[in-house]
T-cell receptor, first 116, second 113 residues
Framework: AQSVAQPEDQVNVAEGNPLTVKCTYS??????LFWYVQYPNRGLQFLLK??????LVKGSYGFEAEFNKSQTSFHLKKPSALVSDSALYFC??????????????FGDGTTLTVKP | NAGVTQTPKFRVLKTGQSMTLLCAQD?????MYWYRQDPGMGLRLIHY???????AKGEVPDGYNVSRLKKQNFLLGLESAAPSQTSVYFC????????????FGPGTRLTVL
């Protein structure tokens, strides 16, 4: 079974400050991990993913995420937040042992609000 | 490329009415999915398809049916709508499994009165 948890419903940061959106996961094998962003009244957009290799992955709009196998975490980060980063963020996991249908399990989402 | 498109964007139904939501993708993706999004519950998988002519149940399939007669289209049907089916519905597609990311449509907002 695969599962993912986003422990914070809401994250508030000031513009220019660093931001972190947390994600932890559980899989039987090794994980494929994804971050998606959803702006109001829009579909989800892919931000970045971890497949293998370097634990620090970089994605769109200056976001990055660090894979930590010992802590089973994949936190999303950005060094300097923008007001335009305000959105709903989803973490997703796919067990490498169960990828034949491409099914991912999504977290409940974290609303990021960046204040000017 | 249009990517993933969904029709309609909005719909209001009365309890007991039926409707079909259409998802189309022009990326030649093999796998397609239907999700519903409800506040505080993230995305829940309704049905999915790993190829033309094949469908399978997801996490919350009751009250829904699907068909994939053509590779590019994935239809979601509600035979007898209930207020509990009020939600935002998203379609997604993916080239194949492995580490590929999903591509999402813009969503259909459905209200059942």
């Amino acid at each position: 079974a695969q599962s993912v948890a986003q422990p914070e419903d809401q994250v508030n940061v000031a513009e220019g400050n660093p931001l972190t959106v947390k994600c932890t996961y559980s899989v039987s094998g090794n994980p494929y991990l994804f971050w998606y962003v959803q702006y109001p009244n829009r579909g989800l957009q892919f931000l970045l993913k971890y497949i293998t290799g370097d634990n620090l992955v970089k994605g769109s709009y200056g976001f990055e995420a660090e894979f930590n196998k010992s802590q089973t975490s994949f936190h999303l980060k950005k060094p300097s937040a923008l007001v335009s980063d305000s959105a709903l963020y989803f973490c997703a996991v796919r067990d490498i042992l169960n990828t034949n249908a491409g099914k991912s399990t999504f977290g409940d989402g974290t609303t990021l609000t960046v204040k000017p | 490329n249009a990517g993933v498109t969904q029709t309609p964007k909005f719909r209001v139904l009365k309890t007991g009415q039926s409707m079909t939501l259409l998802c189309a993708q022009d990326m030649n993706h093999e796998y397609m999915y239907w999700y519903r999004q409800d506040p505080g519950m993230g995305l829940r998988l309704i049905h999915y398809s790993v190829g033309e002519g094949t469908t399978a149940k997801g996490e919350v399939p009751d009250g829904y049916n699907v068909s994939r007669l053509k590779k590019q289209n994935f239809l979601l049907g509600l035979e007898s709508a209930a207020p509990s089916q009020t939600s935002v519905y998203f379609c997604a597609s993916i080239r194949t499994g492995g580490g590929n990311e999903q591509f999402f449509g813009p969503g259909t907002r459905l209200t059942v009165l």
